[in-house]
């Protein structure tokens, strides 16, 4: 989310802690949707304001690992006293490595932190782009490992592709992390929270867009079909269908927030995290469960 907004977020949540202490739709976009997924709601459960808020990702290494998760309250003080103040959507390799992504209210870089599966941390700084917004909501990791996607909060028609800091050993913590292509949409896409690889050529994505013009729906789950797996040596394509608008429930009316969202392939389960309006913000919002069909 932009600073602004992110800050009302923050002072909104800050004061509400404190007083705390004392029909689905469906629309695919031109194009055929033959291949889509079909997604239906299996369950929830209740998302943590402080720590459960923007993002979650599964485990696979070490074995039985737990989901993990960030908010604001998973930000490391040593982390956030440089100005990084903003975690949003992570990822995690199938071989361990696990990335979240960084954004600060101002400059021209923004940051992933990896930890390895042996447990050690590491930083690596992208500089921005030409024309590339600040703002760092989400990463995915390709199923091989080596190439990393990221996207740019507003209406967009690209996603961008970085080596897998960490993993691909053109990265390393002591030099930029460069951009080294992009995924090229066939229709516009806005305000996307997270998203995560469902199989070589398919991501997932959860849309916090509240305008509802580009599909028809506010807050779509959307599909990505990529033309050929990620790789730094060239631009992909990507065919974008909405499949359905995510769950916006609560005993508070007002504006949702669509967070982050995981695919754990070895289970077939999907997660997406929705934050409620006002005060329920924590007392009901949700990680809803997905299955396919």
């Known amino acids: 989310m932009p600073a602004s907004a992110r800050q009302r977020c923050h002072a909104v949540l800050a004061g509400l802690v404190t007083l705390a202490t004392a029909a689905v739709a469906s629309l695919a976009v031109p194009g055929s949707a033959a291949a889509a997924d079909t997604w239906t709601e299996t369950g929830s459960d209740h998302a943590r304001a ?98 990393m996607l990221s996207g ?75 033309s050929a797996p990620p790789n730094g040596s060239g631009d992909v394509t990507g065919h974008v269908t909405a499949l359905r608008q995510l769950p916006l429930r609560s005993a508070c009316s007002g504006t949702f927030e669509v967070e982050g969202i995981d695919y754990d392939r070895r289970t077939g389960i999907l997660r997406v995290i929705v934050m409620s309006p006002g005060f329920c913000i924590l007392t009901d919002s949700k990680t809803y469960k997905f299955s396919r069909g």
Not at 108 to 133: F, I
Request: with cysteine.
């Open 50 to 147: 402080l720590d459960e808020s923007q993002g979650l990702t599964s485990v696979e290494v070490p074995a039985n690992s737990p989901n993990r998760y960030t908010g604001i309250g998973t930000i490391p003080l040593g982390v956030s006293s440089r100005g990084w103040n903003h975690v949003g959507d992570p990822d995690a390799s199938y071989n361990g490595y696990y990335i979240e992504p960084y954004q600060q209210d101002s400059g021209n870089s923004k940051m992933y932190r990896v930890q390895a599966p042996d447990g050690t941390w590491s930083e690596y700084v992208h500089t921005l782009s030409p024309g590339e917004a600040l703002n760092n909501s989400w990463d995915a990791i390709s199923p091989d490992g080596q190439w």
């Open 152 to 226: 740019e909060w507003g209406t967009m028609n690209r996603l961008l592709v970085f080596p897998t800091p960490g993993v691909n050993p053109a990265t390393s913590p002591s030099a930029d992390l460069p951009q080294v292509s992009q995924v090229t949409l066939d229709h516009a896409v806005r305000d996307v929270q997270g998203c995560d690889f469902s199989g070589p050529t398919t991501l997932l994505c959860s849309s916090d867009d509240p305008d509802g013009s580009l599909f028809g729906m506010t807050k779509p789950l959307l599909q990505i079909d990529l």
